[in-house]
């Protein structure tokens, strides 16, 4: 049976006790009600400006380390990033669904990534001993699910996508909500009939994620990267530029069409190859000489890394590389894959490449050995020699990029950017990455046993792609790219709230000034609706005026409408917009001009 309630009770609990102030028929929020506990104080674990001031402006609070609860103005900001993602999701195809947080190890063993996943998967068992994992991610069971119902080319495509808690085990999170142990993801799935499709749809999404960095309003910035545990050939990175960026990306300012995660990145050298003259005398002529050069690597005039792949012990392969470069190990795995592969300097394991014998060597030059078109030396003639003797001597010899591209380097230009015909230097830039789309191919369809006949009964893996927005690291990456030695500023896309209206007087003067501010917030939501419940007054006359626009100016509210000395001398309010740091007086009709113009720009 349900309680029943007196109607004074009823009505008691229409407005929390002790904050009855000002009520009117269409009372616009108040800030003596919000819970929003700020403080001036600095943090003492925040190590950047965002974990600063979601502490300070009593967005979130700390739970555990990488764990945190979002207060009420955080999850406004949070609830708004997701009206905007569904909108968008769903313009493309999308279709929302919530699947299960605890998955079940049985399907990541179809995969195989339940033994190469670290320790940053969370992994616990029930009380019958069977092992589960908190998700980091979905692939499988998104699979599994799309696996039991799809089985006709009729039923295809699919998107499917959800916005839910992610756990990743991290072995030091940092930066607040940009490395946490908890966060809030959207992660979205496509399964399509051909390779065709799959990259259409690719590049759909591609398109929905420019949409949504600039309705977020964040300074971005899309890079090639590397495809990581997630698997597939194809992937770009969505960065938010930010000094704390703990992404590497090399851009070309020049073309201004070449971006990329150092991991990604293909560049050419800027210079000549140079090696020592007395090196460039005494010819190669067998493999046991050219193998010899690297007995002592402080010494030799290039450098030999071998990887060794576990199914394949017998042909390791040899990267050569100029002398003090790095091996760039992706790109060396994307050469060869499938292959599991570890990887050591030559003088460390020379004994397996002995017991391989020279003709299982499969060995490999980075370009830069390449002498440019038209151009030699005696230091590429040099290497010719030796890779003729490789030749005749190896199992394989092939030239590719196996080392890391470096600021300084020369933009890859028509090999990978079609048109482009610079010669720009890369720069470095520093991201957050808030968004990652992936070309996964048949990478899980095929474990998992996801086919659809196509028109001839003939049975098909699906083609599938994935794609990831960071919600919770939208908060903090706003905050990052936008803020000054006052506190946030919040674009009005995803502002807590839209404006703060603070009416400034002494005790007398309150029931007249709220009531001007409540009628100033009424007269806004009426000719923009979407503003009702999204403006704050402040109802705190008592306190100092100075302390709630400080607050305030904390806090981010996009703009802020002050009743003050102006207002009592010729009815105008002050406004501060908080992104530009102007300020004006204007009258109420200008006002509600303003907030209508605001409000047709987000729709931009």
């Known amino acids: 049976m349900l309680p029943r309630f007196s109607a004074a009770v009823i009505k008691s609990r229409a407005r929390p006790a002790g904050n009855r102030r000002w009520a009117s028929t269409h009372s616009a929020p108040k800030r003596s009600q919000i819970f929003a506990p700020t403080t001036f104080e600095e943090p003492s674990d925040a190590q950047i400006p965002s974990h600063r001031l979601l502490l300070q402006a009593g967005l979130v609070k700390k739970t555990a380390a990488g764990i945190y609860t979002y207060l009420p103005l955080g999850l406004r900001v949070l609830e708004k990033a997701i009206k905007i993602i569904d909108e968008e999701m769903k313009a493309v195809g999308g279709q929302k669904l919530s699947m299960a947080k605890l998955q079940p190890s049985t399907l990541w063993k179809k ?23 908190m998700a980091p991610t ?53 399964f399509d009939t051909t390779q065709e499709a799959a990259h259409s749809t690719y590049e759909r999404v591609v398109g929905a994620y420019h949409r949504v960095m600039q309705r977020f309003r964040l300074p971005y910035i899309v890079a090639e990267a590397d495809s990581g545990n997630i698997g597939g050939n194809k992937s770009h990175e969505f960065h938010a530029l930010a000094a704390v960026g703990e992404d590497t990306l090399l851009t070309c300012p020049k073309c201004g069409q070449y971006t990329a995660n150092v991991e990604k990145a293909r560049g050419r050298v800027s210079r000549p190859l140079s090696l020592p003259e007395e090196r460039t005398r005494h010819k190669i002529t067998t493999m046991d000489q050219f193998l010899a050069l690297f007995d002592h690597p402080e010494r030799a005039p290039m450098q030999c890394t071998v990887f060794v792949m576990d199914d394949k012990m017998n042909e390791p392969v040899l990267v050569i590389t100029p002398h003090g470069e790095t091996v760039n190990e992706y790109h060396v795995k994307s050469a060869f ?12 394991v020379r004994n397996i490449v002995n017991k391989a014998g020279h003709g299982s060597l499969k060995i490999v030059f980075d370009n830069a050995f390449q002498a440019p078109a038209g151009k030699t030396s005696a230091a590429y003639e040099w290497i010719q020699d030796i890779v003729k003797v490789c030749e005749s001597g190896a199992k394989q010899v092939s030239f590719g990029d196996y080392r890391y591209t470096k600021v300084g380097d020369v933009c890859p230009g028509e090999a990978l950017v079609p048109g482009c015909k610079t010669d720009g230097v890369l720069e470095e830039r520093k991201g957050i990455e808030v968004g990652h789309c992936f070309y996964l191919g048949t990478k899980y369809s095929e474990p998992m046993e996801a086919t659809f006949q196509d028109p001839n009964r003939v049975s098909i893996p699906i083609e599938m792609g994935c794609y990831g927005i960071g919600v919770s690291r939208i908060l903090a990456t706003s905050i990052e790219t936008s803020h000054d030695k006052y506190g946030i500023r919040w674009p009005d896309s995803i502002a807590p709230y839209r404006a703060i209206i603070v ?45 709630r626009m400080k607050e305030a100016q904390l806090i981010g509210y996009p703009l802020m409408l002050i009743l ?30 303003l907030f209508k113009k605001r409000d047709a720009a987000l729709e931009l």
């Open 111 to 133: 995969t195989n990534r339940w033994s190469t996943t670290g320790p940053e998967l969370v992994r616990l068992q029930d009380r019958k001993g069977e092992d589960f994992c």
């Open 138 to 190: 979905a692939e499988e069971l998104v699979t599994d699910i799309v696996a039991d119902v799809v089985h006709s080319y009729r039923q295809l495509p699919v998107m499917l996508y959800q916005i839910g808690e992610k756990y990743r085990d991290e072995m030091r999170p940092r930066y607040g909500l940009i490395r946490g142990r908890e966060f809030l993801m959207k992660d979205m799935y496509s």
């Open 337 to 348: 894959p499938n292959n599991k592969m570890t990887f050591q300097p030559y003088d460390q």
């Open 503 to 547: 009416p400034i007087g002494d005790a007398s003067e309150a029931p007249n000034l709220m009531a001007k501010a409540e009628e100033i917030y009424s007269a806004i939501a009426k000719e923009v609706p979407t503003l009702k419940d999204d403006i704050v007054v402040d109802d705190r006359i008592g306190e100092n005026p100075g302390f």
């Open 564 to 593: 003050g000395k102006e207002w009592k001398k010729s009815g105008l309010i002050d406004v501060e917009d908080r992104q530009t740091g102007t300020k004006a007086k204007m009258s109420e009709k200008d006002v509600v001009e």
